[in-house]
């Protein structure tokens, strides 16, 4: 057997949505994927618990009691999608290639990427845009799509200023 395996293929067709089903599946907890329905089922059982016993017990209850339940479901669901951003977001941020250093290189050939866990080179076709923005230098991909080269690796935005030139520079090469 060979000590390198080569394939071919495009991502064109994959359904990314069953994908991302199948990870969310994999990975968030049951209470991130269902809260919500859980919450709406509480609700609704609070609600027919006050008719229950304000039937069952001949007591009448105060106006106001109605909006209990309502209350507590606005303030689990706030809970719900604060605790489900930042348990995202921490997933996302604590990923092993999030956690290496890595070092930039622009070339007339693209973007390359290395690290101790990872390597990558972008080719200029393939980059639609380059912005500055306050976070570093955006490749954007696509319109929600980018790869950033960190403010921090710069020394000081005329650097970052230069190293956009030099990129459109590239790309506008790339597609003639």
């Known amino acids: 057997m060979s000590d390198r395996l080569h394939f071919t293929g495009t991502v064109r067709d994959l359904k990314h949505a069953a994908i991302c089903a199948r990870l969310r599946r994999r990975h968030q907890p049951w209470l991130m994927r269902w809260g919500v329905l ?57 990923a092993p290639v999030r956690q290496a250093p890595l070092h930039y290189q622009l070339s007339a050939e693209g973007l390359r990427i290395t690290g101790e866990v990872s390597e990558s080179l972008l080719r200029w076709p393939a980059v639609l845009e380059v912005i500055e923005d306050p976070e570093g230098l955006l490749f954007l991909t696509g319109q929600m799509e980018y790869i950033v080269i960190p403010t921090a690796a710069f020394a000081d935005a005329a650097q970052m200023h230069a190293a956009r030139d030099n990129c459109l520079r590239w790309i506008s090469a790339a597609h003639r």
Not at 49 to 63: F, Q
Request: hydrophobic share 60%; aromatic share 12%.
């Open 38 to 94: 859980a919450a709406l089922v509480v609700y609704v059982a609070v609600l027919l618990g006050l008719v229950i016993l304000a039937n069952a017990t001949d007591m009448r209850l105060p106006e106001w009691s109605s909006y209990l339940p309502f209350a507590a479901l606005m303030a689990a669901l706030i809970g719900l999608f604060t605790w489900r951003r930042r348990h995202v977001w921490e997933s996302v941020r604590n």
